[in-house]
């Protein structure tokens, strides 16, 4: 075993990426003392095997994330690797091989691939008086300048020399790396960088989470180095440098190629169906296309792309090569030569017809005009529209149609925890919904002797729409909701500890042709599910055994239903394996898939 720490700092919440990172530094010829993950902030608990994580309740940044971890280690070396990075199985061996021939070397790096043919990075150069990572985007094999410094990236520093502070903290993050290779060299330390590829580089998959202030700092922190360390960088060319990048952005046509998911509802902690469909289709989209997310905005946190409140959008909507939401007021084409999609997953005149009854008021009844109105205009003029199910493509009948369901973030799987006899309601209690009979329901089976509590999630949606629970005063004993909507990174693990997920309807049109996108947080948390016939989320309960099927407003059947999955533990194992079996065919990058296509086509063709 080497005396090398790994750190590892991750402020998304972990998942597959930070994975595939920590098996490929596990997977070392030579193996490492210890590998700590500095959990940044992220938006959920980063739960990991085989490494030590450290939780920091807010993002401390890259600079002093990295001296929070380093601080928790002892070893002579220390390798700090990003995130999105996979090491070769012979990158540490090579690596501290330097360290222990040349002992005055402070920090070494090999050449870092973003793909199998293209070079991602060789270290910094400086020789223009900027600050560049040497072969970005060239092909590998390309010949290269020797390296001026080390990028942090993926490199080996040999504590003697860097000390107890690996970077100011002040820089936050960028071109931090480019300041303590100037300090090293400048205390008489050298920084190797191999001829030789031995790193993956995902690419930049932290970046767009600060957004506009990521621009900030990797502006500000250029200049900076440059007055702090003489010769290191020329104030000069670095103003030159941004001259000429603002007059590359002005030049710039609209057609920006970045696409631009629009969503009328909130994103953030707290989100409700719309803006969870948003968010998630922003994110895929993210790792095939410059994105950015258009929403209100409440205590966003950080996102692998740009998200910007509503009010802020009009130029970034123009300028978008094309425009993905809801059929909501506002959201239309923006210029000529701009493509849009049009979601129509929610079937919103079907719901209106409920909420609004037989005899809906003048004002009421101008509301259903407006949204069919804008329906149209989707079908007329959307190039693209989008359904959640086989049966809504009845609703629209359009041979431009792509079918994308709700999806299941895999990443936030998570071991099974002890069930309690707990029975959920996800979401919100619209007038097509039916929370009276699973009320009744739960209220039966205590008085049958099972004792078991019914849970509603939220009183108030995420905009504050009060009229999404209308049952305070149904309220009490067994029957319970939690006054403010459930943030949406702990909604699982209510899920977990629950042994039914309960989502009901009335028998109207709505239901035929809704999907209940709650259905895919029950996927998620292998949740056995109690739902009523008709519709995709009955059907698919059914046909796959994710749970019981019951007709509509039976407490009958809903008592019956909530005894077995209580009382028949194999039925209710069952459940849960089938459960787990489909998730995989849920997952966000498979459903999007068929949009994901089509935007890479009009790219191509663009």
Same mark, same amino acid.
């Given at each position: ?274 803006? $969870?469909? =948003?968010?998630?289709?922003? @994110? *895929? !989209?993210? +790792? ?5 997310? #258009?929403?209100?905005?409440? /205590? ?85 529209? $989008?359904? =959640?199910?086989?049966?809504? @493509? *009845? !609703?629209? +009948? ?5 079918? #994308?369901?709700?999806?299941? /973030? ?87 500890? =629950? ?108």
């Amino acid at each position: 075993m080497s005396d090398v720490a790994f750190i590892v700092l991750d402020a998304t919440g972990g998942g597959a990426m930070l994975r595939a990172c920590i098996d490929s530094i596990r997977g070392q010829s030579v193996a490492p003392a210890e590998i700590v993950v500095l959990d940044n902030g992220s938006p959920r608990p980063i739960a990991l095997d085989g490494a030590r994580v450290i939780r920091s309740e807010t993002n401390l940044g890259f600079a002093a994330g990295v001296n929070e971890a380093w601080r928790q280690t002892e070893s002579e070396f220390v390798a700090l690797v990003n995130n999105d990075v996979t090491l070769d199985r012979d990158w540490l061996a090579l690596v501290l091989q330097v360290m222990h021939i040349d002992r005055k070397a402070a920090a070494v790096q090999t050449i870092i691939r973003r793909d199998a043919q293209t070079i991602d990075g060789a270290g910094i150069d400086i020789s223009d008086g900027t600050y560049r990572q040497i072969g970005h985007g060239m092909p590998i094999g390309t010949p290269l300048p020797p390296a001026w410094g080390v990028s942090a990236t993926a490199a080996l520093y040999r504590r003697a020399a860097v000390g107890e502070r690996v970077f100011d903290p002040s820089f936050f993050a960028y071109y931090e790396d480019v300041d303590l290779s100037a300090r090293l060299h400048e205390e008489g330390w050298t920084t190797v960088v191999l001829p030789i590829v031995k790193a993956t580089h995902l690419g930049s998959h932290s970046a767009p989470l600060l957004g506009w202030r990521g621009r900030y700092l990797r502006t500000r922190n250029r200049y900076r180095v440059a007055r702090r360390h003489r010769g290191i960088g020329s104030i000069p060319a670095l103003l030159w440098e941004d001259a000429r990048r603002l007059a590359r952005s002005a030049r710039r046509p609209p057609a920006s190629g970045q696409i631009v998911v629009v969503t009328p509802d909130v994103v953030g902690r707290r989100m409700a169906g719309p803006g $969870i469909r =948003a968010w998630n289709l922003a @994110r *895929e !989209l993210a +790792r095939h296309f410059p994105t950015a997310l #258009v929403a209100s905005v409440e /205590d966003c946190g950080e996102a692998p792309f740009d998200v910007v409140h509503r009010k802020d959008a009009r130029e970034l909507l123009r300028r978008a090569s094309v425009l993905i939401g809801q059929p909501a007021r506002g959201f239309h084409r923006m210029r000529r030569g701009q493509r849009i999609v049009y979601d129509l997953f929610d079937p919103v005149l079907l719901e209106l017809e409920v909420l609004y009854g037989p005899r809906p008021s003048p004002r009421q009844r101008a509301h259903v005009s407006a949204e069919r109105w804008r329906i149209g205009r989707a079908l007329r003029e959307g190039d693209l529209l $989008i359904c =959640a199910t086989s049966a809504q @493509r *009845e !609703l629209y +009948r359009s041979d431009r149609m792509i079918e #994308v369901p709700f999806g299941v /973030d895999l990443d936030e799987v998570a071991p099974p925890v002890p069930r309690e006899n707990l029975v959920l309601w996800g979401g919100g209690t619209w007038e097509w919904l039916d929370p009276r009979t699973a009320i009744d329901a739960v209220l039966r089976v205590n008085d049958d002797g099972l004792p078991c509590r019914l849970l509603f999630l939220g009183r108030r949606r995420p905009h504050g729409d009060l009229a999404a629970l209308r049952i305070d005063a149904l309220l009490g004993g067994p029957i319970e909701a939690n006054d403010a909507w459930v943030p949406y990174a702990e909604r699982l693990s209510w899920l977990r500890r =629950a042994k039914i997920a309960m989502m009901l309807h009335r028998s109207t049109a709505e239901a035929r042709y809704s999907i209940r996108t709650r259905l895919f947080d029950a996927i998620a948390a292998a949740t056995p599910v109690i739902a009523t016939e008709e519709g995709f989320a009955a059907e698919l309960v059914a046909k796959e055994g994710l749970g019981i099927v019951v007709p509509p407003s039976d407490v009958n059947a809903v008592v019956k239903a909530v005894h077995r999955l209580l009382e028949d533990d194999a039925f209710h194992a069952q459940c849960v394996s089938n459960l787990e079996r489909i998730r995989p065919r849920f997952a966000w990058p498979e459903v999007v898939r068929p949009l994901i296509e089509t935007v890479s086509r009009w790219q191509t063709q663009s």
